[in-house]
Structure formats: C-alpha cells, structure tokens
C-alpha cells in the first residue's frame, strides 16, 4: 500500500514536470514569434505619442538621448527625445515620465519646447478609476498645453499651484501634475547641452 502511494506521488511530480516543461518551451516559442512584432507597437507607440506632445513644422530630426537630473533628492534618468531642425538648432524635447497615482504607476509623455514651455501631455499607461481618475486623458491635461513652468505653478490649487484638480481624484491631479514637473525638471538640469546645435552624444 506505502509503494502505491509512494508510485502515485513520483507519477505526480513527473506529470508536473512534463506539464510545466511543455507549458514553458511553449511561452517561449510564442515569445519569439512575437516580440518582434510587439517591440514594433510600441516603437510606433512611442512615435505616436512624440508627435502628439511636441508636434513641429518643417524638416525635423529626432534623437534618443537620456537626461540625467535629481528630483527630490532622487537621482534619476528619464529617456527622451530630442528635436533639432534642419540648421540642427534644438527645438524641444519629449520626455518620458511617470508617478504613482491612485491606481498605480502613471506613465506620460511630455513635450516641451526649447523655451521651456510644454507643449502637450500624453498618458502612455495607467490604472487609474474610470470616471474619475482616468478623466486625466480628457481636459484635464489641455490646462498644461501652452505654459510655462517658469511662471505656471505645477502644483493642483489646492496645494498653491495653479492646477485645477479633477473633482473626486486629488491624488491622480497630484501625480499627472508631478510627472509633468520631473519632465520639466529634467529638461531644465539638461537643456544647455542640447541647445549645441545637435552636437551632443
């Protein structure tokens, strides 16, 4: 009876094994199909969400790059993208950036011109309540177009910023308000190497 049961076990254990031997080779064959395919949205992602925060005129060259900065004591390092016309004179830069929210990380692309004012916003990702936190992607963050940090307080009002919080979703106002801070953060600790004519590497 012991040697049944012990027989049963080890049948078990291999079952397991084969099962998740299988289950695995198959995860990574689906893999390499697809993560060429995958890797090409989110480069077209990527894009679109360039054009839509630091839309240009004219002929328009883009560069990956790195800013490098501290925010809050923090050492940090936010991937960007930086624009230069034709006579390679800088013209902006759009920033990844991100910061918890209610829900979760926020993750957002800003777009801001050489003089430092911020072009457009965009939410690449987030977990935010539908109908309240995730009204962020609506009107909420056309407040942001066309201003200046220098002089417009990124901060929700209720903080003695010149924000208006969505109604209901204070934390969210405060996180979207924040990540576009660290984009501009970043970019002002950056901007005097890029501003070289496209020299920088």
């Known amino acids: 009876m012991a040697k049944k049961k012990e027989s049963t076990l080890i049948n078990m254990l291999l079952a397991l094994f084969v099962i998740t031997a299988v289950s695995g080779g198959v995860l990574g064959l689906v893999y390499g199909f697809t993560k060429d395919a995958i890797a090409e949205v989110d480069q077209k992602k990527n894009e679109a969400a360039i054009q839509a925060v630091l839309p240009l005129e004219g002929d328009i060259t883009y560069k990956a790059d790195t800013m490098s900065f501290t925010y809050e004591g923090v050492a940090s390092q936010f991937p960007c993208n930086l624009a230069y016309d034709a006579n390679g004179d800088f013209k902006g830069a759009a920033i990844k ?25 965009s939410v690449l990702s987030h977990s935010e309540t539908p109908g309240l936190g995730a ?67």
Do not use: C, W
Not at 97 to 121: H, N, Q, R, W
Not at 137 to 146: E, L
Not at 172 to 191: G, I, L, P
């Open 97 to 121: 950036t991100s910061e918890g929210g209610f829900g979760g990380k926020i993750d957002m692309m800003v777009g801001i011109l050489a003089d430092g004012t911020i072009k457009g916003t």
């Open 135 to 201: 009204n962020m992607t609506g009107k909420f963050k056309d407040q942001f177009v066309d201003k200046n940090p220098a002089s417009f307080t990124l901060k929700v009002k209720k903080d003695g910023g010149d924000v208006d919080a969505i109604t209901a979703a204070t934390i969210t106002s405060r996180a979207f308000s924040k990540a576009v801070d660290k984009a501009y953060q970043a970019f002002e600790a950056n901007k005097s190497q890029f501003m070289k004519g496209g020299s920088h590497e």
